[in-house]
Structures are given as C-alpha cells and as structure tokens.
C-alpha cells in the first residue's frame, strides 16, 4: 500500500487542531470523549467535547493521536499512532461505532466526532526516542479532550516532518454525510434505512394514443440518415440501440386527437426528451427544438436531411393545434 509524507497531508501547523491520548491505533471512523456533563440529561455540555473538536475542524481539520494512559496497548506509550481529518458531524459515540464489542469497549467515552480520512504513521515512532522530543508532556489533559500547547505542537509538527502515512482503508459508516456545518447527529446514522419496495399494485391510468408504426417509421427514417445508428437531432449522440432514443412530439398529443406525419416527430435520447420538456414554457409549450439544440450543443447535421425545407413544420402545427384548441377557426 502506497505512503504519502506527512507534510503533504497536514500542509502546515495551522491546519493542526492538537493531539489527544488514546489506547491504541484507530479502528473506527471516530474519536471518543468522556461526557463533560450529567450522561443521563445529554445535554449541551454532554457533547462538549466532540461538539469544540468539531469547531476545530472548520480551521484546523487534523488530529494527532499518541499512544497513552493507563490502558494503552502494546507498549505503545507516547508513540505517535494517526493522523486524522475531523469530521464536522459529533454525536453519541453509537452512532459511529456499530459493533457491539467495540461498543462495550468504548462505553466510558460516551461522545464522539467523526473522522474524514484516517492516516496510520508508519512505524509508530516515540515522541522521544523516534522523533527527538525532549519529553512526552505535549499529552498532558490529552486524556478527555484535545490539546494544543503553543510550542510543543510546533516541535510536533516539524519533527514529523518526513514521516511516512498510509490511508487507512475502513468501511464507510452506512448513510453518513458530512454536514456543511457543524452538526449534532443521530437522525443521520438512522437504525434502520430500509424501506419496503416491490410490493405489486393496481393503478387505473388513462393514455394518449400513439402509432407504433409511425414511431417505427421516424426511427428508420432518422437512420438512414444517419448511416445505419439513430442519432440524438439535439445533442449528436448517436447508438445503434432503439432503446437509447425516444420519438419527441413537436407538438405535444395532450393537445388532442390529430393526424401526426413524420414531420411532427423528432429522434431524441432520453436527457434531451426530458430537457425539451423540463425547460420549456410548460407542459403543453416544450422547448423548440432549435432552442434544445443550442442548449445541448447539437450541430443540426444529426437527424436533419438537407434537402428538407427549413421551415419549423412541428412550430406551425402547434400554432394550429394552439388554435383549434382556444376554438379559432
């Protein structure tokens, strides 16, 4: 797995928010914290912790954790074990960690803040021995929260200077989205996002006639003019699969029953069928097709046979549906 030096993540100490002491290298895509207030009430000061490193994170989106405490694992003590991007999301520590033994690990750390992209520091090196710190006392009250002594994370940060990192590659938590502002979650990590789909029913429609035969025939004719491939007459796109185009109206059949010649159809893929109706006037007023093409980028040559008449024989039969249907002779 390739490696990436530490400068070239963290740019400069400006982007680092601190360090905080941990028990281990990260599995999860969070760091926990202990409750600043009354657990039962979880009220503001319950998150405060998560909640400032997530503020943090706004200017100075990097974590360093160092190996400590009573607990920590490996003889791992005061060696430098990730470097994290901090998520702007915080919240009960459930709801990051979805295993039930890592769950029951970290209950006395209640709150957490997310973690964007986690970097394991090869080697883990000591603070002392490794990295030449005079001493491992940068982790002092990094236990419960994250600290930033002035000094001490500037020696930090020159000292990893060249330090090898590597990506780790952890599962993504289900239906998690990074707000665009700080944000308590809960609502965004729901217990269960599974909605039932594909039951069966019945449904009284009512449709607007069409000839299978016409639709046919303004395919073959818009091939054979295309060498063989159907082609897009808004954006040039072409394909030799029916199934990529539909047959566009110029004047739309929900203006009533009529006789449609191959004049009043055009060729169209599927996002130009859509674009022609979306962005026109309304649902009876598509988009000329003329207007489409400039939208799309079409080059008029896809669908266009040059011995045609120039004029917009699909604009004047609207104008005479318009008015049959406003009851002008």
């Known amino acids: ?52 490193a997530s503020e943090y994170a706004l200017e100075r989106p990097y974590l360093i954790t160092i190996g400590g405490g009573a607990q920590v694992r490996d003889n791992l003590g005061g060696c430098v074990l990730n470097v994290s991007r901090v998520s702007k999301a915080y919240g009960l520590m459930e709801a990051f960690y979805l295993d039930p033994e890592e769950r029951r690990r970290l209950a006395q750390w209640p709150v957490a803040t997310g973690l964007l992209d986690i970097y394991e520091v090869e080697g883990f090196p000591h603070l002392v021995n490794d990295l030449g710190l005079p001493d491992r006392t940068i982790l002092a009250n990094a236990f419960d929260i994250i600290v930033r002594p002035q000094g001490k994370t500037e020696a930090l940060w020159d000292a990893l200077q060249g330090a090898k990192l590597r990506l780790l590659d952890l599962p993504p938590l289900p239906n998690f989205r990074e707000p665009p502002s700080v944000r308590q979650v809960g609502t965004m990590l729901p217990k269960s996002y599974a909605k039932e789909e594909g039951t069966r029913i019945s449904r009284e429609v009512q449709l607007l006639e069409r000839d299978s035969q016409l639709a046919r025939d303004a395919r073959q004719a818009n091939r054979d003019k295309n060498g063989g491939d159907l082609g897009c007459e808004g954006c040039d796109f072409t394909d030799p699969l029916d199934g990529m185009f539909d047959v566009h109206h110029l004047v739309p059949l929900m203006y009533g029953a009529r006789q449609t010649t191959l004049a009043d159809l055009v060729i169209l893929c599927p996002l130009c069928h859509r674009w022609s109706h979306k962005k026109g006037k309304g649902q009876l007023d598509p988009l000329p097709l003329e207007e489409l093409k400039a939208a799309r980028g079409g080059s008029g040559r896809v669908g266009t046979d040059p011995k045609a008449p120039t004029s917009n024989l699909g604009t004047l039969a609207m104008a005479s549906a318009r008015a049959f249907t406003e009851g002008f002779p």
């Open 1 to 52: 797995m390739s490696t990436v030096a530490f400068e070239e993540v963290v740019r400069s100490v400006d982007e680092l928010m601190g360090v905080k002491a941990v028990f281990g290298p990260l599995k999860g895509r969070a760091v926990c914290f202990a409750s600043r207030g009354d657990a039962a009430l979880k009220g503001r000061k319950h998150f405060q912790s998560s909640r400032i």
